[in-house]
C-alpha cells in the first residue's frame, strides 16, 4: 500500500487543487509503479509559513524580506 505525504504552505490552496493533487499523484503512482489505486494513500498536510524555515528563518520572515 503506497503511502505518499505532501506537505505545502497554508496559503489557499483550493479543495479543487488539493483533489487534483490526489488524483494526480494515485495516477502517476498507478502507471509508473502499477500500483493498486485503491490501496494508494496520499495526505495533503498545510504548514503555516510560521512553522516552515529555510535557511534558519521562517518563510514568513523570508517573504517579508524579498527572499
Known sequence: MPY???RITREG????QKAYLIRG????LQVVLDKNPATTVV???EVDTDNWGIG???VTERRKAGK
Open 56 to 58: 534558519g528563518e521562517s
Open 43 to 45: 495526505v495533503i498536510d
Open 13 to 16: 490552496a483550493t479543495p479543487e
Open 4 to 6: 505518499v505525504n505532501i
Open 25 to 28: 499523484v494515485t495516477e502517476l
